[in-house]
Nanobody
Framework: QVRLVESGGGLVQPGGSLTISCVASGFTFRTSAMSWYRQVPGRERELVATIFSVGPAGGVTTYADNVKGRFTISRDNAKNMVYLQMNSLKPEDAAQYYC?????????WGQGTQVTVSS
């Protein structure tokens, strides 16, 4: 059974930093490309960042244009964890953040972790 548990969210001032985490189980994590998504109520879910795992693209990361240069995705296959380090946070980064595979195909989704950016 797939289980995704996100944590580490909180309140941070604009310009601040935060690292959120996701621990995964119930599927072959080490061979799965993993992504972070975010969603604001009333808006569509947005793909934020992806990290590939194996093969020629192993370790390759991709980012949405609006977070490129500020966010860093990483993973620890030994711990079945994926991280998102967020720097220079902006109010528009505030959202519920979720991890899933790069196709958003894992079910069920986790509960997410809330990131609030406000002074």
């Amino acid at each position: 059974q797939v289980r995704l548990v996100e944590s580490g969210g909180g309140l941070v001032q604009p310009g601040g930093s935060l690292t959120i985490s996701c621990v995964a189980s119930g599927f072959t994590f080490r061979t799965s490309a993993m992504s972070w998504y975010r969603q604001v109520p009333g808006r569509e879910r947005e793909l934020v960042a992806t990290i590939f795992s194996v093969g020629p693209a192993g370790g390759v990361t991709t980012y949405a244009d609006n977070v490129k240069g500020r966010f860093t995705i990483s993973r620890d296959n030994a711990k079945n964890m994926v991280y998102l380090q967020m720097n220079s946070l902006k109010p528009e980064d505030a959202a519920q953040y979720y991890c899933n595979d790069w196709k958003a195909g894992l079910q069920p989704w986790g509960q997410g972790t809330q990131v609030t950016v406000s002074s």
